[in-house]
């Protein structure tokens, strides 16, 4: 059974910056591309970023490029996401996901995804 754990949220100050983690077990995670979604109160969930298996291309949503940095380790199985100079409009309940298929996509679709993890919140405000 695919496990996905998300942690590292929590409440920052604008500017400020956070480093999600996503702990993945039951599936080889080193075959699978990745993807941060996040989804605020009374908005649809959006993409945040993508990564291919090996790491080697990444996607990333307009509205965090530049400051988001999605990166794998893959002898830990995990995705992490780092995010700096942190707004209030990032507030919102920040989730990793499998991609169903041949798990080679990372892109914005969420319904190509067939594993979600519980979601962590991240709360940026003054």
């Known amino acids: 059974q695919v496990q996905l754990v998300e942690s590292g949220g929590g409440l920052v100050q604008p500017g400020g910056s956070l480093r999600l983690s996503c702990a993945v077990s039951?599936?080889?995670?080193?075959?699978?591309?990745m993807s941060w979604f996040r989804q605020a109160p009374g908005k649809e969930r959006e993409f945040v970023a993508g990564i291919s298996d090996s790491g080697g291309r990444i996607l990333y949503a307009d509205s965090v490029k530049g400051r988001f940095t999605i990166s794998r380790d893959n002898t830990k199985n995990t995705l992490y996401l780092q995010m700096n100079s942190l707004k209030p409009e990032d507030t919102a309940v920040y989730y990793c996901?499998?991609?169903?298929?041949?798990?080679?996509?990372?892109?914005?679709?969420?319904?190509?995804?067939?594993?979600w993890g519980q979601g962590t919140q991240v709360t940026v405000s003054s």
């Open positions: 996901a499998v991609p169903s298929g041949s798990g080679t996509y990372y892109g914005i679709k969420t319904d190509a995804y067939d594993y």
């Open positions: 039951g599936r080889t995670f080193s075959n699978y591309a």
